[in-house]
């Protein structure tokens, strides 16, 4: 995008960023806390997640690519809620269009699940949110970060539950310019 994607605005709402958009929508489906994670030195994202009412996670290893920042992640859950962390919830912010009733049905779902690993779906396609629970923990931090949680996921896909939250949102990324235009109908600003 040539620019931050957790900072891009989200079109049609004023002051709206992606990150506020995902932050709010995983605020209003129950989650008491939300934490994002980014480069030590990202000083406009560490404020916009502050001004979100959000907790910024520093992943020193950014550079190692996304599941750098998930294991980042869950070092910092895992080294502050020990054992009373039971799972975590992944939602990248290129997937803003992700409300917050599907990230409720598959909280929900997720409750009552014994699956280590639960994914929301929608019209048979699956991508976001993924929740990933303690027994897939220690996998997903010895996992090689260049190579993402997918291997984690595909490992064995008799421990993974798709959840049908009925939200097309959660099989959309926002990675170029033309998937911006094509959701928002309008360009990007330019980061010039």
Excluded: W
Excluded at 150 to 163: F, I, K, L, Q, Y
Aim: contains cysteine; proline residues 8%; aromatic residues 6%.
């Amino acid at each position: 995008m040539g620019q931050p994607k957790s900072l891009l605005p989200f079109a049609g709402r004023d002051g709206q960023t992606f990150l506020k958009q995902l932050v709010e929508a995983a605020q209003s489906a129950g989650f008491p806390a939300v934490y994002a994670v980014g480069r030590p030195d990202d000083d406009p994202l560490r404020g916009e997640v502050v001004r979100c009412g959000g907790v910024f996670i520093e992943n020193p290893h950014a550079d190692q690519g996304q599941l750098s920042s998930l294991q980042a992640g869950l070092r910092y859950l895992d080294g502050r809620f020990g054992s009373e962390l039971e799972g975590i919830m992944v939602i990248p912010v290129d997937a803003p269009l992700i409300g917050d009733r599907a990230i409720a049905a598959l909280l929900s779902v997720a409750r009552s699940s014994s699956a280590p690993i639960l994914r929301a779906t929608h019209a048979g396609g699956h991508g976001h949110p993924v929740v990933f629970k303690r027994p897939v923990f220690d996998e997903l931090l010895g996992a090689d970060p260049h190579v993402g949680a997918r291997a984690v996921v595909r490992a064995d896909p008799g421990r993974v539950e798709n959840v049908e939250v009925g939200d097309t949102g959660v099989t959309v990324d926002i990675d170029t310019p033309d998937d911006y235009r094509r959701h928002f109908g309008v360009s990007p600003p330019d980061s010039r």
